[in-house]
């Protein structure tokens, strides 16, 4: 298989099952931010000497799929013999309670919040806040995406979930690291 082929020099692309679109597509954008977010998990992953491991490698294996999905035509999913094009199990209710369960556990040991924390106090915390960040942008991407063509509601949850655990293990992380976690606290307005 050649890397290369060309076919995209015009500025278009083509979705599995064969239907061209601009790079420039919203449905593109989606699922190229799911592959931006998954590199920056990655990332976190090689940075987080052990925290984790199992659960970002599930999270990648996840986004792999939600990225297989949202690059498949809706239109053209399904065969003729009524068998779907894409032969993977989506997103479930299962990989919705794991991501809950990871939160809830990592959340047992750590101090209540009271404040917003500013991002960052160590590496690989600030990497886990940039992963979050992306990963809001890929839902803000998805609901656009979902209000031209409906796609599973289970990807939207997903990437909910997902943003929450990636700021919980960022919380985590800090309180493993021993990195001070600043928190926000807003300026009184001087103005009288």
Request: a negative charge; proline letters at 3%.
């Amino acid at each position: 298989m050649k890397i290369y082929t060309k076919t995209g020099d015009q500025g278009s692309t083509s979705l599995f099952g064969g239907t061209r679109v601009p790079k420039h597509h919203i449905r593109i954008e989606t699922y190229g931010t799911i592959d931006e977010l998954n590199s920056w998990i990655g990332l976190l992953r090689d940075q987080s000497n052990g925290i984790q491991q199992e659960t970002l490698l599930r999270i990648q294996d996840r986004l792999f799929t939600i990225g297989a999905i949202l690059a498949t035509d809706p239109e053209k999913a399904v065969l003729k013999n009524g068998k779907s094009r894409l032969d993977i199990a989506g997103i479930s209710d299962l990989d919705l309670e794991k991501l809950e369960g990871e939160i809830d556990q990592m959340n047992e040991d750590l101090p209540p919040m009271t404040h917003f924390v500013l991002p960052g106090g160590h590496t690989v915390v600030s990497y886990c806040h940039i992963a979050r960040c992306v990963c809001r942008r890929a839902e803000r991407a998805a609901t656009q995406l979902n209000d031209f063509q409906n796609i599973d509601h289970k990807i939207l949850q997903y990437l909910n979930r997902l943003s929450d655990y990636l700021f919980v293990l960022a919380r985590k992380l800090s309180h493993s690291l021993q990195a001070e976690e600043i928190k926000w606290i807003p300026e009184k307005n001087d103005t009288e």
